[in-house]
């Protein structure tokens, strides 16, 4: 079959992507390397959207939750992945999780039956030279295709491992206790709060129960493929280097050095003291409603973690965006190499979709499948296409992984409200019904007005 356009990896984006495209009368062809012999070292069959870890697409509560909203616009878009999800649903209370078997035969059996899919078997080593392609190899894409990815992006662009520092919602984030300052004072051109980081003082004391909390809370074991996992020195797990000594971390991220607590005044130091550790956190993206805590990245499990960092002074309501990880994942640093419709610069007929982008996760890798589908019809039809709205889970995140993120920092992101333009004059009891209304609203007004996708 002649095809309009190519996909590369049936998972989950690529399947995705595939039935958009074809009910959109579009040819695909859809290349997936599992079948020829070939596989990642994560997958287990040969099945098109495969999950390879947890059967659960997360929260499915469309008025509280971004996951949720995300499912409620993919389902506006006749989604594969929650209709498919739909047919292989097991209960899970307020989740969506799936009988994973059922769910991948579903999506491989409606793309099977498409006239406008071709499904073949074949692993994919250099990125195609011309004609309009999606890229969607997951976490795991192969060996050479991945080299062929860095050819064509440069050497520090892709990366093979993510390390990944918890996120915090700034409005979490005690400001009584906490301050914002630049080590020294030296401030980039950038910063607009008076100073570049939100600096949590530790006493002595504190910082030694938080040392021995680092020690002692449980940790996630690297999986046998992932052991040769390589702690770059910029990225090794806070806990790694805790064990390296006491003082280790204060001589490190927690660095507490040319930092004045403004808290803590005496005559001798009007400007305040230094307190015997700090933790920082840097803004995240544009919207300044996510920080990063700096170096913190760590393989703690998730509960070990919460615990733990809110036992920080000013990080004790803390919210979480996302927690701390180091996992095997390739991944783009798409803030830099993608243009705002997910086109790899300069080679402008080649788009990724799903995790390589930087998103995170079966639901976000499925929505950005979408919607590099959406564009690469409109392009196919000669039409302009015009992103969803920020302020709709979608294009939060699009918007974030395409150019919002801080390309310094990127690492991999779910959705979440943080990544949404702050509702500020909305009580905080009421917010996360506020950023779905809106979002639901502005998503049918831009589906009436722009997607052109037969509803
Ligand atoms: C071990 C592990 C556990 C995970 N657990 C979870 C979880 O519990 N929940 C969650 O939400 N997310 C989880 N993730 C993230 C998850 O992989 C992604 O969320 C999701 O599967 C990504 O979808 P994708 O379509 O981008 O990639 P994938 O679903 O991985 O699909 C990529 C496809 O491309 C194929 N491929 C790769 N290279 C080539 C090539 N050169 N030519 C042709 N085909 C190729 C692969 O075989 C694969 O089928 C996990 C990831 C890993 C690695």
Redesign the pocket.
């Known amino acids: 079959m002649k095809h309009d356009a190519h996909i ?7 399947s995705e992507a595939a039935w958009q495209l074809a009910r959109a009368g579009f040819k695909v062809r859809l ?4 079948g020829s012999g070939t ?2 070292p ?2 287990e069959t040969d099945g ?7 059967n ?3 929260s499915d509560d469309d008025t509280r939750n971004a996951v949720g909203l995300m499912h409620h616009e993919m389902r506006r878009l006749d989604s594969l992945v929650m209709r498919a999800g739909e047919v292989a649903r097991v209960p899970a209370g307020s989740a969506m999780a799936v009988d994973r078997d059922v769910f991948s035969a579903e999506v491989e059996k409606t793309l099977r039956e498409h006239p406008n899919v071709e499904i073949v078997r ?4 250099a990125l195609p030279q011309s004609g309009p392609t999606i890229v ?7 060996e ?2 991945a080299q062929s990815i860095v050819a064509a992006t440069g050497q520090d662009r892709l990366a093979f491992f993510d390390a990944i520092a918890p996120i915090v919602h700034r409005d979490s984030i005690d400001m009584d206790i906490c301050w914002i300052q630049s080590r020294w004072d030296k401030m980039t051109a950038a910063s607009n709060e008076g100073g570049d980081y939100i600096n949590c003082p530790m006493t002595k004391e504190q910082y030694l129960a938080f040392h021995q909390g680092l020690l002692d809370g449980e940790k996630t074991e690297f ?1 046998e493929w992932e052991a040769n996992t390589p702690y770059f020195d910029g990225c090794m797990p806070i806990e790694v280097m805790a064990a390296r000594g006491v003082d280790t971390l204060r001589y490190g991220p927690m660095k507490p050095v040319g930092l004045d607590n403004p808290r803590d005044t005496t005559p001798e130091f009007p400007q305040g003291r230094w307190a015997y550790a700090v933790v920082q956190l840097r803004q995240d993206n544009k919207l300044g409603t996510l920080w990063n805590m700096v170096g913190f990245q760590t393989k703690l499990k998730h509960g070990a973690q919460v615990e733990l960092f809110r036992t920080i002074p000013g990080l004790k309501n803390a919210e979480f965006a996302r927690l701390g990880g180091l ?3 390739t991944f783009l640093n798409s803030p830099l190499v993608l243009d705002r419709q997910l086109r790899l610069k300069g080679a402008g007929h080649i788009r990724f ?4 982008t930087g998103c ?7 929505a950005v ?1 979408i919607m590099a589908a959406l564009m690469t019809a409109a392009e196919l039809a000669g039409r302009e296409w015009t992103p969803p709205p920020p302020t709709t889970a979608m294009g939060a995140l699009l918007a974030h992984i395409t150019g919002d993120a801080d390309a310094e920092t990127f690492q991999p992101m779910n959705v979440n409200f943080g990544l949404f333009p702050p509702l500020h004059d909305v009580g905080k009891k009421v917010r996360k019904e506020a950023y779905t209304d809106r979002a639901k609203a502005d998503f049918e007004e831009w589906l009436v007005e722009t997607a052109g996708v037969p509803a």
Do not use: W
């Open positions: 590369i990896g049936g998972g989950l984006a690529g290349s997936e390397m599992r596989t990642t994560a997958h098109l959207a495969e999950l390879v870890c947890s659960s697409f997360r074949e692993r994919i080593d969607a190899t997951g976490p795991l894409t192969a050479a295709l999986k996992h095997r994942n979709a799903g995790q390589v995170e996760g079966y639901v976000e890798s499925s499948g």
